[in-house]
């Protein structure tokens, strides 16, 4: 796998390159934008394309970027439905510029219309965002821990969405933490081959562009959003070990999201990174 965290951009790019590189990275994930506005700067073009240039020299690919947290295509209220596509376009957009294979997206809430209702809005909105995507970029709708009336939440919602929309260029990230809150049991081989397996049934695993790995301290089903460090939650090593150990997972990306700063970015990458040499060599 290429493995990778979420690194912050404030200090510029090539700080951002050099940190994800220093603690083990061979991917990153960034925000283009602030990830609580609604607000978005024009496209720095040329820095951009220098940030391509310098992943490529760094080794450092894929990129991803994350959208804004605000993002919610399923909203009642029209103004947030078009801001949020705007939030989209914006971040393909700028995927475009810099080389970027990922615009990795939550969906939002149906709050309380209609399930079925706020489908529809989610898959008519994915439509316009991906109605200009560029060759290369690619759409990836992740996985919600299933809190309340978030959308996405199950494997079959999220094929639900791929199927209906059936575009080459839409993806699906699914992120350890969010899965296990939603209720799938994957701390052990057993628990992790159906969980994968539910996946390439429900999804199909060439739509899975990439993972989040992330532990978590809430227990199974708690559809809570708590991410921990690697090995030392409720997934745990072995959890991590066995989606690693899944050969047709191999040429994915995994973006860690964990929490703390470098001592803790280092100990994340590294204790992935050990595991995958130890399924490798087994």
């Known amino acids: 796998m290429r493995v990778g965290l979420h690194v912050r951009v404030g200090g510029g790019y090539p700080a951002a390159i050099a940190y994800a590189k220093s603690v083990g990275c061979s991917a990153i994930q960034i925000f283009s934008s602030n990830p609580r506005s ?60 810099g080389g970027i294979a990922y615009v990795n997206t939550h969906l939002g809430s149906y709050g309380k219309r209609d399930r079925e209702e706020g489908f529809i809005a989610i898959c008519r909105y994915l439509e316009k965002a991906l109605a200009d995507v560029k060759p290369g970029v690619h759409l990836v709708i992740e996985n919600s821990a299933g809190a309340g009336s978030l959308a996405g939440g199950t494997l079959e919602e999220l094929g639900r969405f791929v199927k209906a929309l059936d575009h080459p260029q839409l993806g699906i990230c699914l992120d350890t933490a ?16 159906r969980f994968i397996d539910q996946a390439e ?28 460090h690697i090995g030392e939650g409720k997934i745990g090593l072995e959890g991590f070990r066995a989606l690693l150990a899944r050969p047709e997972l191999r040429e994915k990306t995994a973006i860690l999201e964990t929490p703390g700063e470098e001592e803790e970015d280092r100990r994340n990458v590294q204790t992935i990174l050990e595991l995958e040499r130890a399924v490798t060599a087994a």
């Open 38 to 97: 609604y607000r978005t700067n024009p496209i720095d073009v040329p820095a951009m394309e220098a940030f391509a240039a310098a992943r490529r020299e760094a080794g450092i690919d894929p990129c991803v970027i994350h959208t804004p947290y605000l993002i919610n295509l399923a909203s009642e209220d029209p103004k947030i439905r078009h801001g949020s596509l705007r939030l989209l376009e914006h971040d393909l957009a700028a995927a475009a510029h």
């Open 178 to 193: 969010h899965a296990w809150a939603a209720g799938y049991q994957i701390n052990s081989d057993d628990g992790v081959d």
């Open 201 to 228: 049934d429900l999804i199909g695993l060439d739509r899975i562009k990439m993972f989040h790995f992330n532990d978590t301290e809430v227990e199974l089903g708690a559809n809570r959003d708590r991410h921990w």
